[in-house]
């Protein structure tokens, strides 16, 4: 696609509008119409820039991301695990939070999207937290063999998804503190 049109500043606003707009409305009803509007922006420019609706949905998640996984390393895996969920205060996890379960509704029905994400977003912070877990098992925190390992997205995940499910509460820092404490990293023998 074609991006050398907007300025770093306006895909910035665009993205930011989108993600209100989900907040607002959530994927099924949010359309490239209420986009261009809430943005004043063309829906031609829309489409050259991202192609459609699910692209550009995951490029606004993948652009509100704090920091990439890959990037930390404190030299320790729970040092590692910890920067990464500092990277977000306690109102952005909670807004996170809510707009992936809306999204996990919306990805059953709209196989587009799905892929979307997994590329531009899933993909991304999978590889970041395998980097992540390998450079642990080099260092002899935990077991190479431990099958775990390919479970720790899904812990994550899913932590971050039923918090409000389960417990009525909003997902936060020191719940994810906790739980990476608790759960994730006594699952790793570390």
């Known amino acids: 696609m074609a991006r050398s049109r907007l300025t770093p500043e306006r895909e910035t606003e665009l993205y930011a509008a989108v993600l209100d707009l989900l907040r607002e409305v959530g994927y099924d009803a949010l359309t490239m119409d209420a986009v261009a509007a809430r943005t004043h922006c063309s829906k031609a420019t829309l489409y ?11 490029r606004a ?3 509100g991301k704090p920091v990439a996984l890959a990037g930390i390393d404190t030299g320790t895996l729970r040092g590692d695990l910890m920067a990464g969920l ?15 379960r809306g999204l996990i509704h919306a990805v059953h029905h709209n196989p587009e999207l799905l892929q979307a ?7 991304p912070e999978i590889t970041g ?4 877990l390998g450079r642990a ?9 431990n099958p775990a390992l390919k479970l720790v997205p899904h812990m994550m995940i899913g932590a971050f998804i039923t918090r409000p499910l389960i417990d009525g509460q909003p997902v ?3 719940f994810l503190r906790s739980y990476v404490d608790a759960v994730v990293l006594p699952s ?3």
């Open 48 to 58: 050259r820039q991202w192609g459609g609706k699910p692209e550009l949905v995951a």
């Open 61 to 63: 998640l993948r652009r």
């Open 86 to 100: 500092e990277a977000s205060d306690d109102c952005r996890l909670e807004q996170d939070s809510a707009l992936m």
């Open 117 to 123: 994400l997994h590329e531009l977003l899933i993909e």
């Open 129 to 132: 937290l395998d980097e992540m």
């Open 137 to 145: 098992v080099r260092r002899g925190e935990i077991d190479a063999g």
């Open 172 to 174: 936060d820092l020191e």
């Open 188 to 190: 790793l023998g570390a």
